[in-house]
């Protein structure tokens, strides 16, 4: 799997047409995201914790194709290694995770160890254009 900085991210999407797909929850992503993301949930924040959205993998193709290049982020890392392996499995050839994802990878002790997008300077934005919610994404 290839993992990129923010940085890194920024210039795959820039440069060379990659789409960026943010796995976290919805009040996460709602919260602040990268500018022009797509809200694709690997879990769902609920009143026990975080659950697996069963429809992860059917929204995305969906509305990827296997041939899509895609930028997966989260908000420190795991959840979206996570989700491109999944999708890797899945058939996808040009995933990319974003490490450190919107907020930073952090260490046992809750340092932050790498700046994640937002704090790294990279563009970010509170609001999403309709068909890049989930709630637009999940309906079509």
């Excluded at 058939?91 to 002790?109: E, H, K, P, W």
Aim: glycine content about 10%; proline content about 7%; overall charge negative.
């Amino acid at each position: 799997m290839r993992r990129v900085s923010p940085a890194e991210a920024r210039d795959l999407i820039e440069k060379d047409g990659y789409t960026y797909v943010d796995v976290r929850s919805v009040p996460e992503f709602q919260a602040g995201h990268p500018t022009g993301a797509y809200n694709v949930p690997l879990f769902h924040m609920g009143p026990s914790g975080m659950t697996p959205n069963a429809d992860f993998l059917s929204v995305m193709e969906q509305h990827f194709p296997k041939d899509a290049k895609l930028v997966v982020g989260c908000k420190s890392g795991g959840r979206s290694l996570r989700a491109a392996t999944v999708l890797e499995s899945a058939g996808y050839g040009q995933v990319v995770d974003q490490r450190a994802g919107f907020d930073g990878a952090m260490d046992a002790l809750g340092r932050v160890v790498e700046p994640g997008w937002h704090p790294a300077g990279m563009p970010s934005a509170t609001e999403a254009a309709a068909d890049h919610s989930w709630d637009r994404l999940k309906q079509r």
